[in-house]
């Protein structure tokens, strides 16, 4: 049980790079997914845009979506964007920066996703084979426009039976994987290029905002958790009084089963201040209520004066 704690702290202490490390493997997921994914064009002129499309960017939607649910700080971005003032101000600096890590991190896995899909040629091929221009390819110049929607449409396919024979069949295929390879490579490059910039033009702007915007975005994240700590922690001790003060005639029933609990004198003060008075519900629940739309200041100059 003592590991197990100690690995959930581990967690706790260090989300940001368990959330790295969880992109990674969203990222990894995205590659394994696409390579035991059984590619199949229905090789349909109404149906081929849809499932290529459908195959290029739903899994994407999914894998971005995975990511904000797996990300801590999305929600607590979201509590501090929908948080009452109280007493302590919004800032949105903050807010912003919060965001953009979270953006980025969830964008790992579509990306490579859309980047692998376009590199492989196969989705882009199945839902733009019916829009090539037929007059660029000899073997279709002497079809009907209806026959060569058809033929066009079944350019994936390499197996059926009305293109086994047609010499355009590789050409089409070569010309769209072409443009499909040259757009995940540039893709690819600018993502490269927007991240160098990125990592080397940062020391050109005011580091002190964005050391500020860090540090209590960590804070805010900190606070929620030790917060959600304390509430367990009080919450346990509450729930420990009032079962003793329920179960106060049967107390030696309860040393039988070996269920720990102190002696009428012993502990008792210790928990009386770790409840901070709060003896009822109507109370917990006002402290509650007050936390929430009267957020402390962040001001510890009293406290350490007292």
Known sequence: MD???MIFQYFQSNSESVMNGICGLLALASVKMYTSLDFSCPC???YNMAYGLGIMFVPPIALFLCGLILNRQSLVMLEEWRRPQGHRKKDLAVIRYMCSSIMQRAMVAPVIWIVVTLLDGKCLICAFSSAVDPEKFVGFANTS???VQQLLAKV???DDELMR????RKAVSRYLRCWSQALGWSILLILIIAAFLARWLRPCFNQATLLQ???WSTYIDIEQK???ETCCE???LFAHKCILHFFESMRQEIKLHSFSLPGKGEGAEGGEDLLRGITDQDQVNKLLKMWYYEKPPLDVSQVTQR
Do not use: D, G, W, Y
Not at 165 to 168: G, H, P, Q, Y
């Open 3 to 5: 590991r197990f704690r």
């Open 44 to 46: 349909l002129p109404q």
């Open 145 to 147: 426009s209806v026959q």
């Open 156 to 158: 994936p396919c390499k």
């Open 165 to 168: 024979n047609n010499t355009s």
């Open 213 to 215: 915007a860090r540090h």
């Open 226 to 228: 030790i917060f959600e």
């Open 234 to 236: 009080h919450s346990r």
